[in-house]
Every structure is written in structure tokens, then in C-alpha cells.
């Protein structure tokens, strides 16, 4: 995870050179430092260079979309934080980009205090606060399963020891689960707890993201013994026994 300092540095990747200048102007105003990129290869290029701390990403831009630059991203830098921009009322890309790993999405037009409060809060919950080395103790883990989530340091590991990769939003569901064992959660209390935003009744945001968690936790994602769905409710963390 790219470390977030005082000074978080944000890529903006827009092909409308207006707004990427606006947001560039109001992110620098308000303490960030920013990188801009017309589409997904200068955004390449701009990773390569420095990786930054979060990333605004268009879906639809000419070329290489937004989607696949995020793709790409997620899977070369784990931890860099995405926040995909959309047209409104176009649910499916919303799904698509949560399931490719984006950690969360503004509609467009937006407002650009809404932008900024949610880059912030990716942001925060991506931060990790590291003890001190003389006083580094085993961090507390919590078990999905066979897998061991570290809650101090917001990872996930599998039974051979190995981290597996996870998104800062899917870290905060597998936290939210436990700290509630045995206690099922509706999508109302998971879409406030655990991604800071409302949603409405076509949102599949929640259900895509457990399915992601069932692939890396359950030894039957088809039959999950652990992330269990509660019908007509929500869903349920069973420890294991």
C-alpha cells in the first residue's frame, strides 16, 4: 500500500481537460498533491514514474476505458486506492467497476466537496497506524475460515502463510463481520458501516463484494460455510467452531 502522508498525492485521469483542470485546482487547495493524465496510457506512465495514494479514474474515456485501466491498477498495486467516475444512471458500470476492485464511485456531475469527502475517506480507510518496532507485538487475526485476517494491519492471509489480496473495501467488510460473530447484518447496516454511502434497491455492490470475499475465504464459494447468506436479511460471519 502506497504510504499516505500529510500530503497524499491523487492521479486525476479525465480526456476532458477542463474538469481535470478544476479538480486539479480544488485537490491542491485542499492539501493534495496532484498528477493528471488525459487517458489510461499517460496514467500508466504516470504510475510507473510515482505511485500515488489514490486514484480518479473516468470510465468512459476514448481508447483504453476507465474499467480496464482499473483493472490493470488493481492488480499491479493491491493497496492504491481507486475511485471510479461514472455517468449517472449507469448502474452497470458501477457493478463492473466494484467488482474489478474499485473502492468507490462518484456519479457524474458531482459536487466537488462530494469528490473530495470521498477520496478522504478511501483514504482513511486505507491508513495503517504501525507500532513502534520495540513495542511490536503479534497483531490481533481474526479467522474466516482457513484464512487469518490481521486486523492492525488491514491484511489477509491464507493457510500457507501468504497474503492474499484484498481491497480497502473488502477489508471493511471482512472487519465489520468481525466484529459482529453469529450476528446477521443487513444491507442497510453494512452500506453505512462498512462504505460510508447510502444505496438503493438496485445497488448490488454489497452482494458483488461478498461474493469476491467467498472466493478467497471458503473452500466452497459455491457453499460458503463461512460469509453466509441469511435470506430475505443479509449476511452472517460463522466462525469456525
Same mark, same amino acid.
Given at each position: 500500500?502506497?504510504?499516505?502522508?500529510?500530503?497524499?498525492?491523487? %492521479?486525476?485521469?479525465?480526456?476532458?481537460?477542463?474538469?481535470?483542470?478544476?479538480?486539479?485546482?480544488?485537490?491542491?487547495?485542499?492539501?493534495?498533491?496532484?498528477?493528471?493524465?488525459?487517458?489510461?496510457? $499517460? $496514467?500508466?506512465?504516470?504510475?510507473?514514474?510515482?505511485?500515488?495514494?489514490?486514484?480518479?479514474?473516468?470510465?468512459?474515456?476514448?481508447?483504453?476505458?476507465? &474499467?480496464? %485501466?482499473?483493472?490493470?491498477?488493481?492488480?499491479?498495486?493491491?493497496?492504491?486506492?481507486?475511485?471510479?467516475?461514472?455517468? $449517472?444512471?449507469?448502474?452497470?458500470?458501477?457493478?463492473?467497476?466494484?467488482?474489478?476492485?474499485?473502492?468507490?464511485?462518484?456519479?457524474?456531475?458531482?459536487? &466537488?466537496?462530494?469528490?473530495?469527502? +470521498?477520496? +478522504? $475517506?478511501?483514504?482513511?480507510?486505507?491508513?495503517?497506524?504501525?507500532?513502534?518496532?520495540?513495542?511490536?507485538?503479534?497483531?490481533?487475526?481474526?479467522?474466516?475460515?482457513?484464512?487469518?485476517?490481521? &486486523?492492525?494491519?488491514?491484511?489477509?492471509?491464507?493457510?500457507?502463510?501468504?497474503?492474499?489480496?484484498?481491497?480497502?473495501?473488502?477489508?471493511?467488510?471482512?472487519?465489520?463481520?468481525?466484529?459482529?460473530?453469529?450476528?446477521? %447484518?443487513?444491507?442497510?447496516?453494512?452500506?453505512?458501516?462498512?462504505?460510508?454511502?447510502?444505496?438503493?434497491?438496485?445497488?448490488?455492490?454489497?452482494?458483488?463484494?461478498?461474493?469476491? &470475499?467467498?472466493?478467497?475465504?471458503?473452500?466452497?464459494?459455491?457453499?460458503?460455510?463461512?460469509?453466509?447468506?441469511?435470506?430475505?436479511?443479509?449476511?452472517?460471519?460463522?466462525?469456525?467452531?
Amino acid at each position: 500500500m502506497p504510504e499516505t502522508t500529510a500530503s497524499p498525492t491523487v %492521479l486525476l485521469v479525465d480526456d476532458e481537460p477542463e474538469l481535470r483542470a478544476l479538480l486539479a485546482e480544488y485537490f491542491g487547495r485542499n492539501g493534495f498533491q496532484v498528477v493528471q493524465a488525459e487517458d489510461a496510457a $499517460a $496514467a500508466r506512465a504516470c504510475v510507473a514514474e510515482r505511485l500515488p495514494d489514490v486514484a480518479v479514474l473516468d470510465i468512459n474515456m476514448p481508447g483504453e476505458t476507465g &474499467l480496464s %485501466l482499473a483493472r490493470a491498477l488493481r492488480e499491479a498495486h493491491p493497496r492504491l486506492a481507486l475511485v471510479m467516475l461514472t455517468t $449517472a444512471g449507469e448502474a452497470i458500470d458501477r457493478i463492473v467497476g466494484l467488482e474489478m476492485g474499485a473502492d468507490d464511485y462518484v456519479a457524474k456531475p458531482f459536487e &466537488l466537496r462530494e469528490l473530495l469527502a +470521498r477520496v +478522504r $475517506a478511501v483514504l482513511r480507510r486505507l491508513q495503517v497506524t504501525a507500532a513502534p518496532a520495540a513495542m511490536a507485538v503479534d497483531p490481533e487475526r481474526v479467522g474466516f475460515g482457513a484464512c487469518q485476517l490481521d &486486523l492492525a494491519r488491514r491484511k489477509l492471509f491464507g493457510t500457507d502463510g501468504a497474503e492474499i489480496d484484498i481491497t480497502a473495501a473488502e477489508f471493511d467488510l471482512l472487519a465489520l463481520f468481525a466484529r459482529h460473530p453469529n450476528r446477521p %447484518l443487513n444491507r442497510d447496516q453494512i452500506m453505512e458501516q462498512a462504505h460510508n454511502r447510502g444505496w438503493d434497491v438496485f445497488d448490488r455492490s454489497i452482494d458483488l463484494r461478498v461474493m469476491r &470475499l467467498r472466493r478467497k475465504v471458503e473452500r466452497n464459494p459455491d457453499k460458503p460455510e463461512v460469509i453466509k447468506t441469511v435470506r430475505n436479511v443479509g449476511y452472517v460471519y460463522v466462525p469456525a467452531s
